[in-house]
């Protein structure tokens, strides 16, 4: 018998489109039947991948399961237009399409995480996916919804700490998995069950790792290692979530501790005498990492989180949900014994959405969005005063649905406040309006073939880190200035900080994707283009300066004291670091995102994908730091009875496209393998048994996009072993 390769069946399916129209109806719904739908929490409008105009992509089930590493960075690395930052595989954070840090939101069920990660990539993202039920990945801006913070996409981690229905009793999950490239051990659990009219949740998690091994190789210190030292986690939280279900709503708390120590690689300790008194409100335990040689992050999160919704509360509004959340967050510090630095972020979140019908083929949401934001820091490495910022948004989208031509469209108003008063140089307060839009259309051209479109105009107030930061930051090695300050050349090697007398900007970005889903029975292919101009763009650039030769102002005499008995103009550079100066620039991005799975045989199926971010300044063409490289993966996939098998390569091209003071990156290419054993008699908990190697070759790897690029590559050769299960 001949066989046909799935393209050349999506080709004759698109050259026969009279056969097609003859019974229309029925393959469109023998297509939705064989597709699994997964509905998009992060949009109010009950979306899922395929018809949203804005790329999208879910990883639930096993695929989560699969992924799930420590950090959200790592665990979504693979997935197209997804980077990620890799400090070192402690405290990693996604990067969507060349953007990371504040323009990047991470929600938890669609309410900011409230940690501090979006301002440092030393510090870590306090989402936990072990025990996540899915995690939506919107790519592009996605200010509509989350304001300023979401210009380059969203991540939202979705659990199910309140549940808005029953579960049918009792049902749970399990997890484990030890692994040999940093000595892992992991383990998750987690349980919903039904009493009366209540739904109780329960779940957590434990993980424990050491220093990761690499392949040998010389880092920034001339060392020769084999071993990235101080890149230990120990990571500890749970959950615990109570929903009441009543005719027509839900009303539903959770409760949810974190408890993380990391190591923090390449940050280099002072040499100073570190007060517990001077440093924090709070004495520190002692812990098991005193004897660490490096400095460590101790970070402990408080979440409490409310939800409720109603089904046609009054006459014009189908549905109102409510959601809240009040987080408690810091981490320190520790250097010797003793808290060098701690950072804190108390933060409260309200969200509430209305969905409402305008005609028969219109529906829409309408909300309001509100955020207040205290963070501190205080110690060695306050770089960033303590700030306020007080956010108030009003949004509108409205959506045709179930036509072969469908639009969408939103409109957005939001009111920024920051405030640092304790700034005493330049402005101590700066005041935003952004204002967002969107119009996108899906056209079901063919029951096999699905094309969108989507256009973007969208700003960003920047962050407080942006506009005050003003000190040494060691996580990047640099002395930080933010939009709030210039610096004046006062005399040879003296160069005064001053007040910045320029305006600061809001970021506006117009961006335009253009996408294409192919779906014929198992096999699919999308497609997606994306150009994103972005004005008054915020980055940081690297001046010439050393942090030795600043000065406050002219009466500051300061930089006399600290480098007393030296001649003038000779201060030892080795002691001070590079200045880097937040700047705002035009600036364009574009690239593309291509993924596909095909079944080539019963038992053989083929997954592949490739992504490509070009960055650059419009006026002198000069490229931005730290983009990732262009990335090419396949994955061959075997199953027969009740195990399957696979082998995949990822390859990352060499990244000679670099800002000013950045070295190219050489490729290299990861080999990874997997094996899944699924028990007989265990079916009714789902039970799978993996062994995972990951890079194979033992190959050295490092990654563009992180500050600690020559310090910390990618992990060595890792077999993994482990189990999931649920009941």
């Known amino acids: 018998m001949m066989k046909y390769s799935p393209i050349a069946l999506v080709v004759a399916q698109l050259l026969a489109p009279a056969a097609y129209a003859q019974d229309e109806n029925k393959d469109e719904q023998h297509q939705h039947e064989n597709t699994e739908v997964i509905v998009i929490n992060a949009s109010p409008l009950a979306r899922t991948e395929l018809n949203s105009a804005q790329p999208v992509s879910v990883i639930s089930g096993d695929e989560l399961r699969e992924k799930q590493a420590h950090t959200l960075g790592e665990t979504l690395a693979h997935e197209p237009g997804i980077n990620s930052t890799h400090f070192a595989r402690v405290a990693s954070s996604p990067i969507i399409r060349g953007l990371d840090g504040p323009r990047v939101k991470v929600t938890q069920n669609g309410l900011d995480s409230a940690d501090v990660s979006r301002g440092s990539p030393d510090h870590a993202v306090t989402t936990e996916t072990s025990v996540a039920q899915q995690i939506e990945i919107l790519r592009g801006p996605a200010t509509l919804l989350y304001g300023s913070g979401a210009i380059g996409g969203v991540v939202n981690v979705v659990d199910e700490r309140i549940a808005q229905e029953h579960v049918g009793g009792t049902r749970g999950f399990f997890g484990g998995n030890l692994a040999s490239v940093d000595d892992l051990r992991d383990v998750n659990a987690g349980v919903s069950t039904d009493i009366g009219n209540t739904v109780l949740h329960v779940d957590g998690f434990a993980r424990s790792s050491d220093d990761y091994q690499v392949p040998s190789f010389t880092n920034d210190e001339g060392e020769t290692t084999d071993t990235i030292e101080n890149s230990f986690v120990d990571a500890q939280g749970g959950t615990l979530g109570l929903s009441y279900l009543f005719d027509g709503g839900f009303i539903g ?17 002072h040499e100073e005498e570190h007060s517990e008194e ?11 990492h005193e004897e660490e040689t490096g400095p460590f992050a ?5 979440r409490w989180q409310l939800h409720a919704g109603l089904e046609n509360p009054w006459q014009g509004v189908e549905q109102l949900s409510v959601r809240y959340a009040y987080t408690d967050y810091q981490h320190q510090e520790i250097e010797d014994a003793a808290p060098s630095t701690t950072f804190t972020n108390e933060q409260h979140e309200l969200r509430v959405t209305a969905n409402h019908q305008l005609t028969d083929q219109w529906y829409g949401a309408f909300g309001y969005h509100g955020f207040l934001q205290e963070q501190a820091a205080f110690g060695e490495e306050a770089y960033t005063p303590a700030s306020e910022t007080d956010r108030h948004g009003l949004f509108w989208l409205i959506e045709t649905r179930e036509n072969k031509l ?14 640092a008063p304790t700034v005493e140089l330049g402005r101590q307060q700066h005041d935003f309006d952004p204002l967002s839009a969107s119009f996108g259309v899906t056209y079901q051209w063919h029951p096999a073939v699905m094309f969108n479109a989507n256009y973007s105009f969208a700003q960003r107030a920047p962050s407080a880190n942006e506009i005050f930061a003003n000190g040494a930051h060691l996580a990047t090695q640099t002395y930080e200035l933010g939009l709030n300050y210039d610096v004046h050349a006062e005399a040879e090697h003296l160069y005064v900080i001053e007040p910045n007398e320029r305006s600061i900007e809001l970021e506006t970005s117009h961006s335009l994707d253009l996408g294409a889903h192919f779906e014929t029975g198992e096999n699919h292919l999308n497609i997606n283009l994306f150009v994103n101009r972005v004005n008054n763009f915020v980055y940081e650039s690297f001046t010439g300066l050393n942090s030795v030769d600043l000065a406050f102002d002219h009466d500051d005499h300061a930089d006399e004291e600290v480098h007393e008995g030296e001649p003038e103009g000779e201060h030892d550079h080795e002691e001070g670091l590079p200045v880097v100066q937040y700047n705002q620039e035009d600036v364009v991005l574009f690239g593309y995102e291509i993924d596909g799975r095909w079944q080539l045989a019963p038992n053989w199926r083929l997954d592949a994908f490739s992504d490509y971010t070009r960055a650059y300044a419009i006026d002198n063409n000069a490229n931005l730091p730290r983009i990732p490289s262009q990335r090419i993966g396949a994955e061959f996939t075997y199953n027969e009875g009740n195990w399957e098998s696979s082998l995949g390569y990822v390859w990352y091209a060499e990244q000679n496209r670099v800002a000013a003071n950045e070295e190219r990156t050489p490729s290299y290419g990861l080999l990874n393998a997997q094996f ?7 079916s009714r908990y789902n039970l799978s048994v993996y062994v995972k190697a ?10 563009h996009t992180s500050f600690l690029k020559y310090d910390a590559p990618v992990a060595g050769r890792n077999f993994s072993i482990g189990l999931r299960g649920e009941f």
Not at 298 to 302: G, I, S, V
Not at 676 to 682: C, D, L, R, S
């Open 278 to 288: 001077e440093h924090s409100d709070e004495p520190h335990e002692e812990e098991a």
């Open 253 to 269: 708390a959770s409760y949810a501790r974190l408890d993380q120590e990391y190591g923090i690689p390449g940050h280099h300790a």
């Open 694 to 703: 990951e890079n194979l070759t033992d190959k050295l790897g490092y990654v």
């Open 298 to 302: 101790d970070l402990k999160q408080n």
């Open 406 to 419: 469908n639009y969408q469209l939103g409109v957005r108003y939001e009111n920024v406040s920051i405030n």
């Open 676 to 682: 899944n054993w699924f028990p007989q008699g265990f």
